[in-house]
T-cell receptor, first 112, second 115 residues
Framework: DAKTTQPNSMESNEEEPVHLPCNHS???????IHWYRQLPSQGPEYVIH???SNVNNRMASLAIAEDRKSSTLILHRATLRDAAVYYC?????????????FGTGTLLAVQP | NAGVMQNPRHLVRRRGQEARLRCSPM?????VYWYRQLPEEGLKFMVY????????ESGMPKERFSAEFPKEGPSILRIQQVVRGDSAAYFC?????????????FGSGTRLTVV
């Protein structure tokens, strides 16, 4: 399983953009990069995923480095509701189970 | 389209009793994953099931824990003879299969308290 490195915590102000980095230097060629978040007292929530190209959806954007050894989750305008732990998870669709292996994630605090 | 349904939301058991946690995947999803989150800790994979099959149980404790996903009905995580250390939040996730076009959908969890 590919290992990931994320900052333990980050802070943002409301309505400002947030860039959450993730290093995954041991990622394999078949690993997709998934991002999930967990709000307090809730289950994890899917945010976005991608393989090589940058991806956008209604929640966020995902910028993937050309060498795929890192990626950045971009929240364009943080709201108080975005305060959560964010997890970057490589998922091997070529493997037997493609289960999610959660690391420690980044705790994002959003200040009003 | 209901999401992943877990019940009960909260479960209290005395030491030595059995706990049964249920997970109904999203409609059309045939793959279920169970995770455990101990207090103040991260999410740990427990088991991956498809209908009537256990695919990967590498994260399951060797004793007292079992899981099933029958042809009909929800997936069940069963903990026999619970101990205080089993107190945790248990989450399940479902997916339609091993494709690259989707994320995984999680339920709201069952919070087990062993007294």
């Amino acid at each position: 399983d590919a290992k990931t490195t994320q900052p333990n915590s980050m802070e943002s102000n409301e309505e400002e953009p947030v860039h959450l980095p993730c290093n995954h230097s041991t990622i394999s060629g078949t690993d997709y990069i998934h991002w999930y978040r967990q709000l307090p007292s809730q289950g994890p929530e899917y945010v976005i995923h991608g393989l090589t190209s940058n991806v956008n959806n209604r929640m966020a954007s995902l910028a993937i480095a050309e060498d795929r050894k890192s990626s950045t989750l971009i929240l364009h305008r943080a709201t108080l509701r975005d305060a959560a732990v964010y997890y970057c998870i490589p998922v091997d669709y070529g493997g037997a189970t493609n289960k999610l292996i959660f690391g420690t994630g980044t705790l994002l605090a959003v200040q009003p | 389209n209901a999401g992943v349904m877990q019940n009960p939301r909260h479960l209290v058991r005395r030491r030595g009793q059995e706990a049964r946690l249920r997970c109904s995947p999203m409609k059309g999803h045939s793959h279920v994953y169970w995770y455990r989150q101990l207090p103040e800790e991260g999410l740990k994979f427990m088991v991956y099931l498809q209908k009537e099959n256990i695919i990967d149980e590498s994260g399951m404790p060797k004793e007292r824990f079992s899981a099933e996903f029958p042809k009909e009905g929800p997936s069940i995580l069963r903990i026999q003879q619970v101990v205080r250390g089993d107190s945790a939040a248990y989450f399940c996730a479902s997916s339609p299969g091993r494709t690259d076009s989707h994320g995984y959908t999680f339920g709201s969890g069952t919070r087990l308290t062993v007294v």
